[in-house]
């Protein structure tokens, strides 16, 4: 079992940064595909980055790629998504996300394990 911990969202001006942050409670953390997620109210959840459980390979959706930076920590058993040059747009609830072994960009489907979310709010 996979417990995830999201943390850092809050509310910042367009323009501003964010750094949200995932704890994972898990044994073998470097065997496990980790991803943001998004959803805006009356929106499905989106795909936002990925980051292979080796840190190799990254993904992300268009619409953040130059403006957002995922990482991990394996000795930390952390990811982390830097937000950048944040937009009105990008206001949703953050969620983290883990997988066995998945690839990167693999959609919402693909993970199973979930944490509770984060709210980011970008007020123009």
């Known amino acids: 079992q996979v417990q995830l911990v999201e943390s850092g969202g809050g509310l910042v001006q367009a323009g501003g940064s964010l750094r949200l942050s995932c704890a994972a409670s898990?044994?073998?953390?470097?065997?496990?595909?980790m991803a943001w997620f998004r959803q805006a109210p009356g929106k499905e959840r989106e795909f936002v980055a990925g980051?292979?459980?080796?840190?190799?390979?990254?993904s992300y959706a268009d619409s953040v790629k130059g403006r957002f930076t995922i990482s991990r920590d394996n000795a930390k058993n952390t990811v982390y998504l830097q937000m950048n040059s944040l937009k009105p747009e990008d206001t949703a609830v953050y969620y983290c996300?883990?997988?066995?072994?998945?690839?990167?960009?693999?959609?919402?489907?693909?993970?199973?394990?979930w944490g509770q979310g984060t709210q980011v709010t970008v007020s123009s």
């Open positions: 996300a883990a997988a066995f072994r998945i690839s990167q960009d693999s959609g919402t489907f693909a993970y199973d394990f």
């Open positions: 898990v044994r073998i953390f470097s065997l496990y595909t």
């Open positions: 980051i292979r459980w080796s840190g190799s390979s990254t």
